[in-house]
């Protein structure tokens, strides 16, 4: 029997490869530690500030236990190609193990940190739960948990990928991909 956080990994494992055979992620050419999002992958999570002005991605039930067990340590605002990159890192060697890129409208980044008046050396990240219900109404609201399931990740801002990881650590991750052949099976984007 897998241990539970053997068991998360192999669930996160799970849900890139199923997203992967579907087209709606690939790896950045200039760090492939890096999985982008697309638009409609994005989708399934949820963004904002809650009630204390802070600024949060929510995260449905289901992919809770996989996400919960990653060492989230920092987020970073791409304005410039449209992504927030949720970045998870080895805590004794501080490498990036993995970044997820949320594909988002540059407008949009702006709930995390306006130029105009926040302070980005000032603002956490923090993970919620959030569902996905029913309203009186029919429709289909969020309801977004008080609590948070991961608080205080730092946030930065970034011109690229590339810009997530030394250069040894990306050049060393282009030479695992081209040696066992994932290239060839991931779409690979240039930004």
């Excluded at 890139?16 to 087209?23: A, F, M, S």
């Excluded at 982008?36 to 995260?59: A, E, K």
């Excluded at 988002?104 to 995390?112: K, M, S, T």
């Excluded at 008046?117 to 993970?127: A, F, G, Q, S």
């Amino acid at each position: 029997m897998l241990k539970e956080s053997g068991s998360s990994m192999l669930m996160m494992f799970v849900f890139l490869n199923k997203t992967q055979q579907r087209g709606h992620i690939a790896l950045a050419k200039s760090n492939p530690r890096v999985i982008l999002m697309d638009s409609h992958l994005t989708n399934y999570f949820t963004c904002g500030r809650d009630v204390n002005n802070n600024c949060y991605i929510g995260v449905q039930p289901g992919l809770l236990p996989y996400f919960a067990d990653f060492s989230w340590v920092e987020a970073a605002i791409d304005r410039t190609n449209g992504y927030l990159y949720l970045v998870a890192k080895n805590l004794d060697t501080h490498e990036v193990l993995m970044a997820l890129g949320f594909k988002l409208r540059r407008q949009r980044l702006n709930i995390f940190c306006d130029p105009k008046v926040d302070d980005i050396n000032r603002l956490n990240l923090n993970l919620k739960k959030v569902d996905i219900k029913e309203g009186l109404d029919g429709k289909m609201v969020s309801v977004i948990s008080d609590e948070n399931v991961f608080n205080g990740i730092r946030l930065k801002e970034v011109n690229s990928p590339a810009e997530l990881s030394s250069k040894y650590d990306t050049d060393s991750a282009n030479e695992l991909i081209e040696q066992s052949g994932l290239g060839q099976s991931f779409t690979m984007i240039d930004i």
